[in-house]
């Protein structure tokens, strides 16, 4: 019985001092490459995006969306194809401040 203290204290004498904290010393770092890789492949679906309004007739339909802090974070660009209503593309980007 006396053990089975022992342990109980010092398994909450370890768990008081794995919740403190710990500051790091290393910051994250710029990835070049993913980011010029992203960075392509974002405009590649704007000029994606761009063809296929040329090719299509389209409905647009706006819209406001968010979180729950901040219910109004982004607006929201939907573009169905005016022939029978399928969604075609849809493009989200934050507000102004």
Do not use: C
Not at 17 to 27: G, H, I, L, W, Y
Not at 57 to 64: M, N, T
């Amino acid at each position: 019985m006396r053990g089975l203290r022992i342990t109980l204290y010092v398994l909450l004498a370890l768990s008081a001092f794995s919740a403190v904290p710990v500051r790091s010393e290393t910051s994250l770092k710029v990835d070049k490459i993913k980011v010029s890789r992203w960075n392509t492949f974002a405009n590649d679906l704007l000029r994606l995006h761009s063809w296929l309004l040329n090719q299509h007739k389209v409905v647009e339909q706006d819209s406001l969306g968010g979180y729950a802090e901040q219910p109004n974070f982004y607006q929201e660009k939907n573009y169905y194809l005016q022939d029978g209503h399928r969604l075609l593309s849809r493009v989200q980007w934050e507000r102004e401040a």
